[in-house]
């Protein structure tokens, strides 16, 4: 072994760990922000904004924003600067998703499809097939819908999402039954929130599919009322009151949400 060789071995071993540590903080910011901890995984952001790349922490600053514009606003930065970072394909991701929230429908559209034209090689193709789906049933184009999850199935089977996506086509061509049954109760007191209430079923299973898809636990019940049924969208699992409202605060200005309640079982 050359003494070239041997410095670049000791360089990668004393740097390795910090790789990892990097990567291990990286996924612990992710994890805090599906979690509702908005707040910590800014502060851990802080800490380590410093030691990692500048396209990773616009990337990042956008995940822990608190509210959509300023997300927005990272991301798109990110892709004037660093078009061909590996955050880019998801960066345009996310802000696809966020017009999506937001119910601009035909914008998040156009997202998803520049990203599938722009990024050939992004591994987001399915989740892209599998929102534009989505988008077109959002604006009433059942068959355009079928179309694109049946996609996110055909090229892309035997994953997650593909079974997904096979449940939702169900959902789209047969309504699904006429109830959606509650989760059973467990002993202890769960907390979340509900941030919609649809009379009809199918708009219901659109929102709940679009913040699973988030990282977010969500729950469909049912309520009857003068007649008539109601499907509620019930978002997190908490032990307490306190941390629920705490979440729910931040969901708000996520996804603008106008109003949200706690719930209970």
């Not at 992004?122 to 009433?140: D, I, K, N, R, V």
């Not at 019940?221 to 908490?238: E, I």
Request: aromatic share 14%; net charge positive; charged share 25%.
């Amino acid at each position: 072994m050359n003494r070239r060789t041997l410095k670049r071995l000791i360089l990668f071993f004393i740097f390795l760990p910090c790789t990892v540590a990097m990567n291990q903080s990286v996924s612990d910011i992710v994890n805090l922000i599906r979690e509702g901890h908005t707040r910590q995984a800014r502060d851990m952001l802080m800490k380590i904004k410093n030691d990692i790349p500048p396209d990773r922490s616009l990337f990042l600053y956008g995940l822990v924003s608190i509210n959509a514009d300023s997300a927005l606003s990272y991301y798109e930065d990110l892709l004037k600067t660093y078009p061909e970072s590996q955050y880019s394909d998801r960066a345009l991701f996310r802000i696809a998703q966020l017009k999506y929230s937001q119910g601009l429908y035909k914008t998040a559209q156009q997202k998803y499809l520049q990203l599938l034209n722009q990024y050939p090689r992004s591994s987001l193709h399915q989740s892209c097939y599998f929102w534009l789906g989505f988008c077109h049933q959002a604006m009433g184009q059942t068959d355009s819908a079928i179309v694109y999850l049946q996609r996110a199935v055909d090229d892309f089977p035997h994953t997650e999402l593909s079974e997904i996506a096979q449940r939702d086509l169900w959902a789209f061509t047969e309504q699904g039954s006429d109830d959606i049954q509650e989760s059973p109760n467990t002993p202890n007191t769960r907390w979340a929130i509900q941030v919609n209430a649809f009379t009809e079923q199918n708009r219901a299973l659109l929102r709940k599919s679009f913040y699973e898809q988030e990282g977010y636990h969500v729950d469909l019940r049912t309520k009857r009322t003068d007649g008539k049924t109601f499907y509620l969208v019930w978002v997190g699992s908490f032990k307490s009151r306190e941390e629920a409202k705490q979440f729910g605060e931040m969901f708000k200005k996520r996804y603008n949400v106008k109003n949200y309640m706690l719930v209970s079982e």
